[in-house]
Nanobody, 115 residues
Framework: QVQLVESGGGLVQPGGSLRLSCAASGSISRVDLVEWYREAPGGQKRDMDASIVRDGRTEYSDSVKGRFTITSEDAKNIAYLQMNNLQTGDTAVYYC????????WGQGTQVTVSS
């Protein structure tokens, strides 16, 4: 069984920064893809913010490009999302997923951007 645990969320003022972590444990195989999603308050779907594949290539949604950075430590099965210049519209529950190639999800971490 595979478990993903996100951490690092919290309350931050507009313009502030947070670093989210996603740690995998259990019988996870080689991770080929890591993605970070957000689910806004009242939202019914998750939107992908960032992804990273094993060779290091990254992709970002237009709304976070230049502000968020996704990285991963493959040997430790840990991924990060550095979020800078956070805005109120970034308030959401953030989820990570890892593919090995089965898709595994974490339970989410709340990020609230408010003054």
């Amino acid at each position: 069984q595979v478990q993903l645990v996100e951490s690092g969320g919290g309350l931050v003022q507009p313009g502030g920064s947070l670093r989210l972590s996603c740690a995998a444990s259990g019988s996870i195989s080689r991770v080929d893809l890591v993605e970070w999603y957000r689910e806004a308050p009242g939202g019914q779907k998750r939107d992908m913010d960032a992804s990273i594949v094993r060779d290091g290539r990254t992709e970002y949604s237009d709304s976070v490009k230049g502000r968020f950075t996704i990285t991963s430590e493959d040997a430790k099965n840990i991924a990060y999302l550095q979020m800078n210049n956070l805005q109120t519209g970034d308030t959401a529950v953030y989820y990570c997923s890892m593919d090995d190639p089965d898709t595994h999800w974490g339970q989410g971490t709340q990020v609230t951007v408010s003054s």
